[in-house]
T-cell receptor
Framework: DVKVTQSSRYLVKRTGEKVFLECVQDMDHENMFWYRQDPGLGLRLIYFSYDVKMKEKGDIPEGYSVSREKKERFSLILESASTNQTSMYLC????????????FGPGTRLTVT | AQTVTQSQPEMSVQEAETVTLSCTYDTSESDYYLFWYKQPPSRQMILVIRQEAYKQQNATENRFSVNFQKAAKSFSLKISDSQLGDAAMYFCAYRRIGTGTASKLTFGTGTRLQVTL
């Protein structure tokens, strides 16, 4: 079974703090994604990576950056957390070519106070 | 840009009954994939069913089936013999054919399904 894990289920940070959200997958997948989930807005793509050290902006990249130094790990960074970044963050991974499915992690509920 | 619309924020169904969740989408592509994902309360998102646009036959997975109307750009999910474990948030999603950039999903806003006794 594919396993996608996220470093924290719940996180509380203060405004202005630098925040790291970690995601690890164990299936040697090329593609990894960071989504943000908000009520009434569904899931919106922040960033994705289709290879090590490769990244592309998604629909809402402002205020975020990412890092992928190893194939299995994809980090989301909030350089200076703000209250409007309070949200559920979901990581996903997907193999390439004929692989259809994105596999999701359990999510990190981040609260910025 | 592709968009996915779910017009039913909440739905309710009685146990053992059938419910249909609606989804429409907009794309200029002729080939693509459509998905329904399920997110149970406090649990991970999992894939329920997928449909390849080039296939005319509607996909089915046990009690879950879709009604795919390509011309109308409609992709509804039917859940038969509803069970308490079906209670969840359901998301419709779209993806282009291909790799790399095409791998990203565009999601609808979700439908919360409640199952009652």
């Amino acid at each position: 079974d594919v396993k996608v894990t996220q470093s924290s289920r719940y996180l509380v940070k203060r405004t202005g703090e630098k925040v790291f959200l970690e995601c690890v997958q164990d299936m040697d997948h090329e593609n990894m994604f960071w989504y943000r989930q908000d009520p009434g807005l569904g899931l919106r793509l922040i960033y994705f990576s289709y290879d090590v050290k490769m990244k592309e902006k998604g629909d809402i990249p402002e205020g975020y950056s990412v890092s992928r130094e190893k194939k299995e790990r994809f980090s989301l960074i909030l350089e200076s957390a703000s209250t409007n970044q309070t949200s559920m963050y979901l990581c996903a991974s997907k193999g390439d070519m004929i692989s259809y499915e994105q596999y999701f992690g359990p999510g990190t509920r981040l609260t910025v106070t | 840009a592709q968009t996915v619309t779910q017009s039913q924020p909440e739905m309710s169904v009685q146990e053992a009954e059938t419910v249909t969740l609606s989804c429409t989408y907009d794309t200029s592509e002729s080939d693509y994939y459509l998905f329904w994902y399920k997110q149970p309360p406090s649990r991970q998102m999992i894939l329920v069913i997928r449909q390849e646009a080039y296939k005319q036959q509607n996909a089915t997975e046990n009690r879950f089936s879709v009604n795919f109307q390509k011309a109308a750009k409609s992709f509804s999910l039917k859940i038969s013999d509803s069970q308490l474990g079906d209670a969840a948030m359901y998301f419709c999603a779209y993806r282009r054919i291909g790799t790399g950039t095409a791998s990203k999903l565009t999601f609808g806003t979700g439908t919360r399904l409640q199952v009652t006794l």
